[in-house]
């Protein structure tokens, strides 16, 4: 495994999966740009680590499954699975309880041995079709 698809691992299964913060400045260049899955763009560690936040606290137990990475020069691209429990609001849905997935592909540009920019595309049309259908199964004291 090259060092890139390590930090990428990293980024993974060790930041995200655990909501390791502390990690950020070690994956990242302190300005890197940021696009999420879930859509915002976002600039340095400060605003990365209240992204990990909302995402943590909106989804218990929150997952990142590394379905592929493929790398060429300085980036990484791959194909993830996200996933976790609906325990906070999320795109103005009230939690359920309930497990949600979505797919991403994210796209990591290194400088260095730090990534500049990360830029992922998430499935936000069949993670919010799967709020809307859990909010319709939902009633309250039903979890």
């Known amino acids: ?19 390791d913060k502390s990690l950020i400045p070690t994956i990242f260049h302190e300005d890197f740009t940021f696009r999420g899955s879930l859509g915002p ?26 379905l592929e990475l493929v790398e060429q020069d ?3 691209a791959g194909r993830l699975r996200f996933h976790g429990f609906h325990k906070g609001e999320l795109f103005g849905f009230a939690p359920t309880g ?3 997935a979505w797919q991403g ?11 500049r920019d990360l830029w992922v595309l998430g499935d936000v049309h069949g993670l919010i079709e799967q709020l809307k259908a859990n909010q ?8």
Request: hydrophobic share 40%; proline share 3%; glycine share 8%.
């Open 74 to 76: 300085n980036r990484v």
């Open 136 to 143: 319709v199964a939902w009633t309250p004291g039903s979890a």
């Open 1 to 19: 495994m090259s060092h890139q698809t390590e930090i990428v691992t990293l980024f993974y299964k060790a930041m995200w999966d655990h909501a």
């Open 105 to 115: 592909a994210p796209f990591f540009t290194f400088e260095g041995d730090k990534v």
């Open 41 to 66: 763009v976002l600039t340095g560690h400060d605003q990365f680590a209240g992204y990990v936040d909302y995402v943590t606290g909106a989804l218990g137990s929150y997952t990142s499954d590394i």
């Open 98 to 100: 309930k497990h949600v």
